[in-house]
């Protein structure tokens, strides 16, 4: 699971600058993704998928109207990261036969975010960093679910895209490490985050059957029982977040959002 084998200190010189001059459009132009050919179970994946990576936008407005946005270089890399993300969204939007990039409202909105925010302070941003490492994490394991049984042209797609996202990865673990290490109700924020919301961050996006199947294919059965405990177990090692929480992570997905 790439994504949980991220070296921390070399994550912790993530240039953003180049980050942001070296971003990924559309991935169509690496990958002939209208030559790919997938399973239905493949496709039914991938659909969601695509929901699931087309959130961001969804996402990002509860994000920045935080103190989140005050923060040039955090900003910087978001705006980046939501680009990346519409093509990986696009890309498997295409294979997957979905037809188009998802949209829609995650719970709470702008304005109850906003609100939230101001109490919350510069401490929120801790917290929107471990979300967004949460996230990959999670993903991450759904890609492996995939590429397990990929033939070779589905696997170069899912290549490029897990190579995009490990730029993402890097950053969020950096960013949430150093930022739970130096600042306590950061930590405590991050946590009340991963027992209160559904997981990934676009789950909410997905009807009751949806979910449903995600969880079956990513976290169910005896084959992929740990994939659950290999993500809390990620979680449980950042600075402040405490054995119980990570727990009832691991418990909630096996459940489902």
């Known amino acids: ?26 991935l169509r132009d690496a990958v002939d993704v209208e030559a790919i050919r997938v399973s239905p179970r493949e496709a039914q994946l991938l ?7 087309g959130a961001t936008m969804a996402h990002l407005r509860n994000v920045l109207v935080t103190a989140t946005h005050k923060d040039a270089r955090v900003t910087a890399f978001l705006v980046t990261w939501a680009f990346e993300k519409f093509w990986v969204a696009d890309a498997l939007s295409s294979v997957s ?40 994490l999670v993903l991450d394991v759904a890609y492996d679910t995939v ?11 899912l290549a490029v895209i897990r190579g995009t996202k490990s730029r993402h990865t890097a950053f969020f673990l950096s960013e949430a ?23 990934p961050i676009g789950a909410p996006l997905l009807d009751a059957a949806t979910r449903d199947a995600f969880t079956a294919s990513v976290f169910g059965g005896d084959v992929r029982a740990d994939h659950a405990e290999h ?23 096996v459940k489902g959002a």
């Open 1 to 26: 699971m790439r994504a949980q084998e991220t070296d921390v200190e070399g994550a912790a010189d993530f240039d953003v600058a180049a980050f942001t001059r070296s971003a990924h459009g559309n």
């Open 47 to 53: 659909g969601i998928l695509c929901v699931l990576e």
């Open 97 to 136: 036969g979905s037809g188009s990039t998802p949209t829609g409202s995650l719970p709470g909105g702008p304005v109850r975010r906003a609100t939230g925010g101001i109490l919350a302070g510069r401490s929120i941003v801790g917290a929107h960093m471990v979300a967004g490492y949460l996230d990959d």
């Open 147 to 157: 590429e397990s049984d990929a033939a070779p042209p589905l696997r170069e797609l």
């Open 177 to 199: 490490t150093r930022r739970l290490a130096s600042d306590q109700r950061s930590a405590r924020l991050a946590e009340r985050g991963i027992r209160r919301e559904a997981w």
């Open 231 to 253: 993500v809390a177990h990620a979680i449980a090692v950042l600075p402040g977040i405490r054995a119980r929480t990570a727990s009832e992570l691991a418990r909630t997905l």
